[in-house]
């Protein structure tokens, strides 16, 4: 089942069957489902924010278009969890969980804090708003990519929220991991969208899959027992994954990571970005712009 199909398949019938009315070329174009309580129903696409009408039209103008209620939320929110909360704590915690086809289901609400740590967020009460992040295998996205930087170079992913960079690690796992020991450090389950033992994606014959690890903990320990000449791991940001990062890269082991940013001049500016600049983890960036387009960038 592909991403959108997916997606909707978390929705209430009524609601389903206006999504599957859309016309082919318009979901080809939607990156996200958005659930708000009492507001329109919205979905971002490549070229912004549309709503949907009853009968599978988007547009710019929400008058008659469709309004979430209670039950669109209680339906989704639930599915998403398969009717057991209290088997996915951790992920509520957290505000998002991974579904079908990798997509994730992101969870808008009042939190419950810890007692003795109010930083800490155990569940989520009240939910207004979902956001069914949909992910796509875009087979090919990272060919001129893998071309240009033969043999495996240390490559950074640079791009805003939703802009594909998830996408493209997908597609270099794939390409690389058919030819070189990979492991994917893979803590969202959103690019191996692994089902109990298995990856519904295509990540390569030889990729190695860390699912649901934290990143630092994962970078480590696939560097202890799997010996990779390459690790892929997604979103990069804490100190302690920097760590496990320098480790792996003092290891010998290629790094291929993402992060969140503007351009390859912003993103130089993060501490852990230009500390692993410093000791040349990477030889070449990958600038994505609109429409799934990237820049590939020699760094020097």
């Known amino acids: 089942m592909n991403g959108f199909k997916s997606a909707i398949e978390l929705l209430q019938p009524k609601l389903r069957q206006s999504f599957e009315r859309i016309s082919p070329a318009d979901v080809d174009t939607i990156n996200e489902i958005r659930l708000r309580l009492g507001r329109h129903i919205s979905v971002s696409t490549n070229i912004g924010n549309r709503f949907l009408t009853g009968n599978g039209e988007l547009t710019d103008d929400s008058a008659f278009t469709l309004v979430t209620d209670f039950s669109d939320i209680e339906y989704t929110f639930k599915n998403a969890f398969s009717y057991s909360l209290h088997s996915y704590s951790k992920e509520l915690s957290m505000g998002y969980i991974t579904v079908g086809s990798g997509n994730r289901v992101g969870i808008c609400g009042t939190a419950v804090t810890n007692a003795n740590n109010f930083k800490y967020v155990e569940t989520i009460k009240y939910v207004t708003s979902l956001n069914i992040r949909i ?129 390859f001049e912003d993103a130089g500016k993060k501490r852990i970005v230009k500390a692993l600049l410093s000791e040349n983890a990477f030889q070449y960036a990958a600038v994505l712009g609109k429409n799934y387009e990237y820049e590939i960038i020699k760094i020097d």
């Open 135 to 263: 992910a796509r295998e875009k087979r090919g996205y990272a060919q001129k990519l893998i071309e240009r930087c033969q043999p495996p170079s240390g490559i950074l992913i640079i791009g805003s929220p939703a802009s594909g960079k998830t996408t493209l690690l997908r597609d270099v796992t794939r390409l690389l991991g058919s030819r070189y020991r990979i492991s994917l450090i893979d803590e969202q389950n959103e690019i191996s969208a692994t089902h109990r033992d298995r990856a519904e994606n295509d990540i390569g014959e030889l990729t190695d899959v860390f699912v649901g690890y934290p990143k630092h903990v994962g970078i480590s320990t696939a560097v202890r027992v799997m010996s990779p000449d390459v690790i892929v791991v997604d979103e990069i940001g804490s100190d302690e994954e920097l760590k496990a990062l320098e480790f792996a890269l003092h290891s010998g082991v290629t790094l291929i990571t993402a992060v969140h940013s503007e351009s």
